[in-house]
């Protein structure tokens, strides 16, 4: 179980940057959902884990939070992306296809005969 | 990057440790609001109100799980539990101040005495010498021709062919022992007879040590014809010249001459002992003649290796030096044959080293007594609150935070004990310098960071031993009976019983240990005091002084120095008799010499015979009644070149005249003149520890080593207190010669405890462990039998109830507590069998394995553990059975 925790402890921080870099600033629930829906339901994710990976992302500096109100005039806490945010998703963004690359080269292997 | 990242987080972490509510308010507002929008949704979708709400939440992981998941990521959690335990530690153990008070006062006592005595060892045995690459320095011996003194003295002329013709070392030094000058008042001030060493040139280059002030002596400084040269101490400096550098180059006056001051050595610099004074270059002082014998051990001598040699190749080479001379020299017994060396650390300490680690390991004894004491206190916490502990470990508390609530109450108490510990030891190491100012190195003691991590190593282990040794019961498979057991009250659990009497037993043994360590000390100490010297000892007073040769040439200057003396001693209203003496019994080896038996064939080749040798007045055997045997005293008018007389000890009698009678033979000694033997006295012993030794006494008004003795020790015999004359005696001397200083004033029984001083301190410290530690032991017995008289109040009064005897209760009780001290007795006694070889180097007159100690410690035991058991015994045979009953 720890395993796999952490494994997605990691892919989820850069789902969460990820979004907040394409929808800008976003309350805890609107990220829980987006990430669902943009993987497609394939992803099936207890909202509650959303909140100690933000918490975290805010306590390493990569966002910052504040309450805002929302469309329908609902108080809401709002995350957006800091600059060295941004920059943690670039390098992370580049680090996982480097890492997708090699695998899947690797997978891709023929069995020498 | 990332290291920045989660200090930033940490950071954060930790200041969430405030304003906690507020906090936990917020996250609750943005939880709320999260399950809003959710269910705003799925109302959107169609849902049913209720059923939008349930979907909401079961798709957030549940409310407080989520909130409780976001905390720990929030703050530390392991912190917190941690502040929670010390807080619910510190509340538990203000809640029964008695007993917490005990433990704290037992685990200062055990880390106090045990960091002082760490403290003493490491800074006098561990620490390296202050000198410059202390690992070269090596102390150099002779090893005797007849084998007995394989580590004796260095003659001058050895020391001088070490020096032409070794190879192995960069710097050889000589020091001469024990010598001593007047150094005489300036403006005003008193004389004063200091220590000094009188040392080659080459003894501050060797040692690697540079002056305060001034200069060390150089090459030139260091010959018969320069100029008298002095360095002085930081000590004396400071105290007789006030510490004013204006000192340097003047003239100061020692015995009558007058020496230059070049240079002043830093305060911690005393070497060879503690004592020193100031130091003189000995090639000036000692005649060039004095510094090339083959045959006299007075020197000490040092070198520092090269670089790449070891000690041992070193020391080869100076014994095939020492051999060559010994061939040379056949006709003279008293040549050696071999060298020796030490490293200088083990030379400079060895005396004590044995009796530090003694103590050292019996602090340890009573910290580790101390410890157990804490772990019992403990385990009887944890049996009174097995039914709480059980329940929260029912109800899924985890196993961990529940042995960590025992670990940190245990921390607790050894820190407490820890830092009240600390300030004993600065107490008991003020006290220690204060006392033993005879230790060498003495100086060098202080409290440094290795002696707090040592405190600290204490206290953390302390903790864990009386933490575990009282937590290994808190298991899983144990909550089931811990529920039952505590549904209803019946006895505790045989296990935990058997736990404390086990620990119960392991004090017991130490205190055995411990107690027999001291009772064999104490008994030698007892057979050193009460060892006969051979003369009257109460009521004597003796004080040295030495006559200047420069100002004392003429023998007949000596002679009526000391007629006049004693003269005027004896005349001194209240003096029963007074005597003059190179040294009094119990004062020291002071010096021996070679002799042949006129009278007997002479020895073979390369064999000689030797003994002590004294001055003294014709009066000085019936003045401290030294009882005259055979034949008389000394020729009372004999005077400078009357016909040579000596007097024989008993014992030399025996040896050297089996079955003869010595009167009238003469002795060929002191130059190969021959001596008459003119009486035989009572042995005396030189030193309290030794039995006597063959001695030979020659009259003091002779010439002797070509001339008159020039020191002696006045001894004064009163019927009152003898104290009282110790300022006339004083200022009889001072009238004579107002530049003579008199030393060492002390009366003989000061002189014997000053030599059994190291036998009475360790005996008296390793006694009051010992008396700590069984003390601890009884508390701990008595706490432990007294709990398990509480557990059995309702079983002792089924017992009564159905008719068992008060008295058969009584000893039932008894027999429960007596057992485990036994065992420990039984362990203790085989310890000390083992551990008591340490001591036996310490010990005299006593066997290791002494029988009475052996047996009176059992009794002793046995003694106060019975009456530590009696009380709680007695308690639970006074048990009213209907109280009992209802004790539940």
Redesign the interface.
């Known amino acids: 179980m720890g395993d796999k925790a952490d494994v997605w402890q990691g892919t989820l921080a850069l789902m969460i940057l990820k979004t907040l870099e394409t929808l800008g600033p976003l309350?805890?629930?609107?990220v829980a959902?987006r990430i669902e829906q943009t993987s497609g339901g394939l992803l099936s994710l207890?909202?509650?884990?959303v909140?100690?990976a933000l918490?975290?992302l805010?306590?390493?500096?990569?966002i910052e939070s504040e309450w805002g109100v929302?469309d329908?005039n609902?108080?809401?806490?709002y995350y957006k992306l800091t600059r060295a945010g941004r920059k943690q998703l670039e390098r992370e963004t580049h680090d996982w296809k480097q890492a997708q690359a090699i695998l899947a080269k690797f997978l891709s292997a023929e069995p020498s005969t | 990057m990332s290291f920045m990242?989660?200090m930033?987080?940490l950071f954060?972490?930790l200041s969430a440790f405030f304003r906690k509510q507020q906090r936990d308010a917020e996250?609750a507002?943005?939880?709320e609001?999260?399950l809003?929008?959710?269910i705003?949704?799925n109302l959107r979708a169609g849902m049913s109100p209720e059923a939008a709400r349930r979907e909401a939440l079961l798709?957030?992981?549940?409310f407080e799980?989520?909130k409780k998941?976001?905390r720990?990521?929030?703050g530390l959690p392991e912190l917190e539990a941690l502040f929670q335990d010390l807080r619910f530690g510190f509340r538990m153990l203000l809640k029964s101040p008695g007993s917490t008070a005990a433990v704290v006062i037992a685990l200062a006592l055990g880390i106090g005495a045990s960091t002082a005595m760490f403290t003493v060892v490491r800074s006098v045995l561990l620490r390296p010498l202050p000198f410059k690459d202390p690992a070269r320095l090596v102390r150099l011996y002779e090893h005797s021709a007849d084998d007995k003194f394989p580590y004796n003295q260095v003659a001058s002329g050895v020391f001088k062919a070490w020096k032409n013709e070794s190879h192995g070392f960069s710097d050889l030094a000589i020091v001469s022992l024990g010598a001593e000058y007047n150094l005489s008042g300036q403006s005003g001030q008193l004389p004063e007879k200091v220590r000094a060493a009188e040392c080659s040139w080459s003894l501050f280059p060797t040692l690697g040590v540079e002056p305060a002030l001034g200069r060390t002596f150089t090459p030139s400084d260091d010959q018969p014809s320069a100029n008298g040269t002095v360095v002085l101490s930081w000590a004396l400096w400071k105290r007789r010249f006030g510490g004013d550098s204006s000192i340097l180059n003047q003239k100061i006056r020692l015995d009558a001459k007058s020496y230059a001051v070049i240079g002043i050595m830093p305060s911690w610099f005393t070497y060879p002992e503690q004592r020193v004074q100031l130091w003189t270059p000995v090639y000036h002082e000692q005649s060039a003649k004095d510094m090339e014998v083959l045959d006299s051990h007075d020197f000490l001598a040092i070198g520092r290796l090269k670089p790449g040699v070891t000690e041992a190749q070193a020391t080869a080479e100076l014994s095939v030096i020492v051999r060559r001379l010994h061939d040379q020299h056949l006709d003279d017994p008293f040549v050696s044959k071999a060298a020796n060396s030490l490293p200088l650390l083990d030379d400079v300490v060895g005396d004590i080293k044995t009796s530090l680690y003694v103590l050292l390991a019996a602090t340890l004894c009573v910290l580790l007594i101390a410890c157990l004491d804490v772990a019992s206190l403990l385990v009887a916490r944890g049996a009174a609150r097995r039914k709480e502990l059980a329940i929260r470990s029912a109800l899924g508390g985890s196993r961990w935070r529940l042995l960590s609530e025992h670990l940190v109450e245990s921390l607790l108490l050894s820190a407490a004990g820890g830092g009240l510990g600390l300030l004993l030891a600065y107490a008991a190491l003020q006290w220690f310098v204060a006392t033993r100012q005879d230790i060498s190195r003495i100086e060098a003691i202080d409290m440094d960071a290795i002696v707090a991590a040592f405190i600290l190593g204490l206290v953390l282990l302390s903790a864990l031993v009386a933490g575990i040794a009282s937590s290994v019961k808190i298991s899983g498979d144990q909550v089931l009976s811990a529920l039952q057991e505590s549904s209803r009250s019946h006895s505790a659990g045989l296990e935990r019983v058997r736990l404390r009497k086990g620990l119960l037993a392991m004090e017991v043994g130490l205190t055995v240990m411990l107690l027999i360590g001291a009772g064999l000390l104490l008994k030698s100490y007892g057979q050193l005091r009460s060892s006969n010297l051979g003369c009257v000892t109460d009521n004597v007073l003796t004080m040295r002084f030495s006559l200047p040769e420069e100002k004392y040439a003429q023998p007949s200057q000596r002679v009526s120095f000391f007629e006049s003396l004693l003269e005027r001693v004896r005349a001194l209203p209240g003096i029963q008799s007074a005597a003059l003496v190179r040294a009094v019994p119990g004062q020291g080896y002071a010096g021996d010499s070679g002799f042949w038996i006129a009278e007997h064939p002479p020895l073979p080749q390369g064999q000689g015979q030797y003994a002590l040798a004294r001055w003294a007045d014709p009066g000085y055997f019936a003045a401290l009644g030294i009882p005259l045997l055979r034949g008389q005293t000394f020729d009372e008018k004999a005077r400078l070149d009357s016909p040579l007389q000596v007097i024989i000890s008993e014992s030399f009698a025996r040896q050297y005249f089996p079955g003869e009678d010595p009167i009238g033979k003469h002795l060929l000694t002191i130059g190969r003149r021959p001596f008459q033997i003119v009486g035989v006295v009572g042995d005396t012993r030189f030193t309290i520890a030794e039995a006597a030794r063959p001695m030979m006494y020659f009259p003091i008004y002779t010439s002797l080593y070509g001339n008159v003795p020039n020191e002696a020790t006045l001894a004064i015999r009163s019927s009152r207190d003898v104290t009282s004359f110790a300022v006339p005696g004083q200022k009889l001397v001072e009238q004579l010669d107002p530049e003579l200083a008199v030393s060492d004033v002390l009366t003989m029984d000061q002189l014997i405890g000053k030599s059994t001083l190291d036998a009475s301190f360790d005996a008296t410290l390793l006694l009051a462990f010992a008396v700590l530690s069984l003390l601890l032991a009884s508390v701990g017995l008595f706490g432990v039998l007294s709990y398990i008289v509480a557990q059995r109040t309702p079983e002792i009064g089924i017992r009564l109830a159905l008719g068992a005897q008060r008295g058969q209760l009584l000893r039932l009780t008894l027999v429960d507590g007596l057992k485990p001290a036994v065992a420990g007795l039984v362990l203790g006694l085989a310890g000390a069998a083992v551990a008591t070889r340490m001591l036996s180097s310490l010990l005299y007159g006593v066997q290791p394995l002494d029988a009475t100690v052996f047996a009176g410690v059992p009794i002793l035991l046995l003694a106060v553990v019975g009456i530590a058991c009696l009380l709680p015994a007695w308690r639970a045979s006074r048990v009213d059975p209907v109280i009992a009953l209802r004790y539940e």
């Open positions: 309350h805890g629930y609107g959902r207890n909202y509650g884990t909140y100690p918490l975290k805010e306590q390493e500096g990569s929302s329908n609902r108080k809401a806490k | 990242r989660s930033r987080a954060w972490r996250f507002a943005e939880l609001s999260h809003q929008f959710h705003e949704d798709k957030l992981g549940g799980q989520t998941n976001y720990d990521r929030r």
